[in-house]
């Protein structure tokens, strides 16, 4: 790698990436001419891949229009637009949407309009947002009091309301069989039993990723969990809000997670996959009689500047299209489907991995130092990191995180863009032998140590 000259950027650390040069399709190239299979969609962000054309068209006859239209001022056709699919692909009844420019907006709009639904219809005491631990909500402080994750929770917390968290359903890790209905309710029922100690009548909402992220690697809920969750938000009046961040847009399978246990929530955040990285784009989707009783009461008393842009959401809307027209959603299903079996047959080879699990091409895979027991790695290898670098070092980027608490675990999420083919799956999976194979060697005790 070119030796990078110094930078005014900063980020969380020190450390320097190769400067990207170009993206095209599920490959990256660096200036110096390396090439990376795209194997994380970013951080499972560019589900159509880099560079297409038509959205890249659609964008660029957007842009001779107008590229921004604030939203006090004007309407457009873009937003319009937009809003319309959206609600269009949303469950029955969610038929209002409100534009952001990324997941923790989406989150923070989502929680702040489900406060003021408390407020308009004489609630005024609900203000408790429950959520889980793990869980990954955003960076933002509204965001970050529902995120389950001390690593980057506990500096703020002198700054944040506490808000209740219940365990994630991590039904592999207590040896409950996922897909027994009786594993689904005992894990939804502790949502229940945290209302109830709250006191129901100060509980506001309950807010999950249906198909977990980057806080949980891929966490599927186990069988009838999304439904009985529903069941026990409806009997106490709290509010549902899907954190559909990173599992909405398709990657699952379908347009949103949820959509798999056929439940709805009754307001969903989405962002990451929705303008698929082409512009910041995400978006609030909330059920009809939430939003008219704010309107009804004064209005929504939120906003940002860049909510609506005319060119994000003609990003937006080119990439829905995309996503229809190329059949996307199907080769998600289809190509998740086998890169799962195949991240599933390297378990043979590699003892280290613990659990392989996710829906359609939302996918990870958990290191672990005894697969029968699920025991960790030592956190002094840091296993997440080290084999995040030598995959690079083999061209792939994927993903990874080591929860904390609980249990602690290294996860990867292998989550290439929807347009990925079988010949790319077979690159993903010799990348990763290769990256496997090294860290191994890595772990094993020198001779005669
Ligand atoms: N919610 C979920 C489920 C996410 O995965 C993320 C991003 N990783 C966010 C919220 C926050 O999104 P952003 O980084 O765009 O603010």
Redesign the pocket.
């Known amino acids: 790698m070119t030796a990078p000259p110094p930078s005014h950027l900063f980020y969380q650390t020190r450390r320097r990436r190769p400067m990207l040069d170009q993206a095209r399709g599920v490959y990256m190239w660096d200036v110096d001419g390396k090439r990376y299979l795209d194997g994380s969609s970013g951080?499972?962000v560019c589900n159509i891949g880099h560079s297409n054309p038509r959205v890249l068209e659609a964008m660029r006859r957007q842009m001779e229009k107008s590229t921004f239209g604030y939203r006090l001022h004007f309407e457009t056709e873009a937003a319009e637009r937009l809003a319309e699919k959206t609600a269009a692909l949303s469950p029955p009844g969610m038929e209002k949407v409100f534009f952001v420019s990324?997941?923790?907006?989406?989150?923070e709009s989502a929680i702040k309009l489900a406060r003021q639904y408390a407020l308009a219809t004489g609630e005024a005491q609900r203000w408790k947002v429950i959520s889980r631990y793990p869980s990954?909500?955003?960076?933002?402080l509204g965001?970050l009091a529902v995120t389950g994750y001390t690593p980057m929770t506990a500096p703020f917390d002198a700054m944040m309301r506490p808000m209740p968290k219940i365990p994630a359903p991590r039904a592999y890790l207590d040896g409950l069989d996922a897909s027994d209905p009786e594993t689904g309710r005992h894990y939804a029922d502790k949502l229940e039993a945290r209302i109830l100690e709250e006191g129901p009548e100060t509980v506001l909402a309950f807010i999950v990723?249906p198909v977990g992220?980057?806080s949980t690697g891929a966490l599927v809920p186990p069988a009838g969990y999304m439904a009985r969750i529903r069941e026990i938000c409806d009997r106490y009046g709290v509010l549902l809000i899907h954190?559909e961040?990173?599992?909405g847009g398709g990657r699952t399978g379908r347009f949103f997670a949820a959509e798999h246990w056929n439940v709805a929530p009754d307001i969903l955040?989405v962002?990451?996959g929705f303008a698929a990285g082409y512009a910041p784009l995400?978006a609030m989707v909330a059920h009809d009689r939430i939003v008219e009783a704010v309107l009804d009461d004064g209005g929504f008393i939120h906003g940002y500047t860049y909510a609506g842009n005319p060119l994000a959401c003609a990003a937006g809307l080119a990439v829905i299209e995309e996503i229809e027209t190329q059949g996307l959603m199907e080769n998600a299903t289809r190509i998740g489907a086998l890169l799962k079996a195949r991240l599933a047959g390297l378990m043979n080879r590699f003892p280290i991995i613990g659990d392989v699990r996710g829906e359609g091409l939302l996918l990870a895979f958990e290191l672990v130092s005894d697969r029968a027991a699920m025991t960790p790695l030592p956190r002094e290898v840091k296993a997440f990191d080290r084999l995040v670098e030598i995959a690079y070092g083999h061209g792939l980027i994927i993903y990874s995180r080591r929860t904390r608490g609980g249990h602690e675990g290294d996860h990867f999420l292998v989550c290439p863009p929807m347009i990925a083919t079988d010949e790319h799956v077979d690159e993903i999976i010799e990348g990763l032998t290769l990256s496997l194979d090294q860290l191994m060697q890595e772990l094993a005790p020198a001779p005669g140590a």
Do not use: I, N
């Not at 990324?102 to 989150?107: D, Y």
């Not at 990954?136 to 933002?140: F, I, P, Q, R, V």
């Open positions: 951080a499972m990324g997941g923790s907006e989406a989150v990954y909500h955003g960076s933002t965001a990723e992220g980057a954190d961040v990173m599992s955040a962002s990451k995400g």
